[in-house]
């Protein structure tokens, strides 16, 4: 069993940066692939960034890249997002999520795919 748990949320002015973590519980974090999603209201979930258990790949979204850093720290058992040069349409509940060993893809874009989620973190991005 994996638990989420994201903090970092807030309300910030476009341009400015939030830090988003996701805290896992559970010994063997390293071995789980996360992502991040967030959900616009009206709008689909949407994959924004991903990692490898060990850190080696990474992805993200067209939209976010030059913008979002993902990083982990396997020996603390979280992953963060730097969120940098924020926009308006950054604004969303932003959810971490973990894929097991079994999964066939590392960033899968559905929910399915995925084996545990957090409670998400709100982030507004005011213009």
């Known amino acids: 069993q994996v638990q989420l748990v994201e903090s970092g949320g807030g309300l910030v002015q476009a341009g400015g940066s939030l830090r988003l973590s996701c805290a896992a519980s559970g010994r063997t974090f390293s071995s789980y692939d996360i992502s991040w999603f967030r959900q616009a209201p009206g709008k689909e979930r949407e994959l924004v960034a991903a990692i490898t258990g060990s850190a080696a790949f990474t992805y993200y979204v067209d939209s976010v890249k030059g913008r979002f850093t993902i990083s982990r720290d396997n020996a603390k058992n979280t992953v963060s997002l730097q969120m940098n040069s924020l926009k308006p349409e950054d604004t969303a509940v932003y959810y971490c999520?973990?894929?097991?060993?079994?999964?066939?893809?590392?960033?899968?874009?559905?929910?399915?795919?995925?084996?545990?989620w957090g409670q998400g973190t709100q982030v507004t991005v005011s213009s």
């Open positions: 999520a973990a894929s097991g060993p079994h999964r066939s893809s590392w960033r899968s874009r559905a929910e399915n795919d995925y084996d545990y």
